[in-house]
């Protein structure tokens, strides 16, 4: 079965420090793989997707991610983290072959000290 | 261009009561998901339709937990009866096949059930 692992639960980083964010799937094929933020009290917000060719996706918000084929993963990275990138962080899986369906991690809560 | 419109955005009633949330997915989306977000549980796909026919409800808890997509720019998901573990925060999301699951999310309704 289809599976999403985000290792972290929480982070904690402080302001200016680099940042990276770890995500495992399961599936057999190659998937459709997605980052997408939670601000509190928001909806999701997609930062970044990777379907095909270029494996380092560059995102919004000065994001980027990294898919790996032999590794399983799709680590998100931001080189500066700034007091408002603190928010819920989801790593989502898609499947090719007719489906729209996501599969979503269980999300990193990423705090930031000043 | 409007993105997901969710109404209401918070909804406290009493156990028992009916609720009904709604959404509006972006106009030309053939895919509408709804999502339940709580912290015991994260995020948990509960039903998907593609052209205003639900494809896959395997998530829906339990009978008490029904919804409708009578055409398509509108949906509904129903509680009846509610019940306080139904209290969390409720997403819709849309997307459209030809751009393989990215999904589009709507604020959330915020159900509160006492």
């Known amino acids: 079965a289809q599976s999403v692992t985000q290792p972290d639960i929480h982070i904690t980083v402080s302001e200016g420090a680099s940042l990276e964010l770890r995500c495992n799937y399961s599936y057999g094929a190659t998937p459709y793989l997605f980052w997408y933020v939670q601000s509190p009290g928001q909806g999701l917000q997609l930062l970044l997707k990777?379907?095909?060719?270029?494996?380092l996706v560059q995102g919004i918000k000065g994001f980027e991610a990294e898919f790996k084929r032999s590794q399983s993963s799709f680590n998100l990275r931001k080189p500066s983290v700034h007091w408002s990138d603190a928010a819920e962080y989801f790593c989502?899986?898609?499947?090719?072959?007719?489906?729209?369906?996501?599969?979503f991690g269980a999300g990193t809560r990423l705090a930031v000290h000043p | 261009d409007a993105g997901v419109i969710q109404s209401p955005r918070h909804e406290v009633t009493e156990m028992g009561q009916e609720v009904t949330l709604r959404c509006k997915p972006i106009s030309g989306h053939d895919y509408l998901f709804w999502y339940r977000q709580t912290m015991m549980r994260g995020l948990e796909l509960l039903i998907y339709f593609n052209n205003n026919v639900p494809i896959d409800d395997s998530g829906m808890p339990e009978d008490r937990f029904s919804a409708k997509m009578p055409n398509a720019s509108f949906s509904t998901l129903k509680i009846q009866p509610s019940e306080p573990r139904d209290s969390a925060v409720y997403f819709c999301?849309?997307?459209?096949?030809?751009?393989?699951?990215?999904?589009?999310f709507g604020p959330g309704t915020r159900l509160t059930v006492l």
């Open positions: 999301a849309s997307s459209t096949g030809q751009r393989a699951s990215e999904q589009f």
């Open positions: 989502a899986v898609g499947f090719s072959g007719g489906y729209n369906k996501l599969i």
């Open positions: 990777y379907f095909s060719g270029d494996t």
